[in-house]
T-cell receptor, first 111, second 116 residues
């Protein structure tokens, strides 16, 4: 089955800095890589996703990159703001019936 | 309109009791899931149904029994509740079959279960 590793588990940055969260996956058949944001007490919600036929995708201050050869993908947040503080989950799916989540990164943005 | 809804939002109960959590989605999705999120925030998949058929059954105690009366509903019944069952349980849905065309999952608001 798929195995997704996510790092770091906690990331603390100053407002305005960039934040990078990295994930690796094991199943080369995985073809869909979403990122979910979970604010405190709320449900996880999709913020950006990428499919395996694309190497990079950007949406305003967030971007995701995918390296299929190395089996890793990353989330980049620029000009961080306090409202970016949340737990971020990467996931990998499409290669098996089990959509697999990383263990989450708690991002803290200090004003 | 609420896309994925769960009831109840909070559930506090004694050890040994039996309880149910209900989930409904109005997105017309084929696949529904149950996740358990522990205190360390790890999202662990428990079950998945596609068009009322069980497709994923992870290593979950058989005290947990999902039921899907139709593709818009996936309920979770838990027998003989234990302290370790305390967690937030999320229902989710997505279009398509995860193994073939995994797509965005839409999560419900969660049910916080506390077992005393």
């Amino acid at each position: 089955g798929e195995n997704v590793e996510q790092h770091p588990s906690t990331l603390s940055v100053q407002e305005g800095d960039s934040a990078v969260i990295k994930c690796t996956y094991s199943d080369s058949a995985s073809n869909y890589f979403p990122w979910y944001k979970q604010e405190l007490g709320k449900r996880p919600q999709l913020i950006i996703d990428i499919r395996s036929n694309v190497g990079e995708k950007k949406d305003q201050r967030i971007a995701v990159t995918l390296n299929k050869t190395a089996k890793h993908f990353s989330l980049h947040i620029t000009e961080t703001q306090p409202e970016d503080s949340a737990v971020y989950f990467c996931a990998a799916g499409g290669g098996s019936y089990i959509p697999t989540f990383g263990r989450g990164t708690s991002l803290i943005v200090h004003p | 309109d609420t896309a994925v809804s769960q009831t109840p939002k909070y559930l506090v109960t004694q050890m040994g009791n039996d309880k149910s959590i209900k989930c409904e989605q109005n997105l017309g999705h084929d696949t529904m899931y149950w996740y358990k999120q522990d205190s360390k925030k790890f999202l662990k998949i428990m079950f998945s149904y596609n068009n009322k058929e069980l497709i994923i059954n992870e290593t979950v105690p058989n005290r947990f029994s999902p039921k899907s009366p139709d593709k818009a509903h996936l309920n979770l019944h838990i027998n003989s509740l234990e302290l370790g069952d305390s967690a937030v349980y999320f229902c989710a849905s997505s279009q398509g079959l995860p193994g073939l065309s995994y797509n965005e999952q839409f999560f419900g608001p969660g049910t916080r279960l506390t077992v005393l």
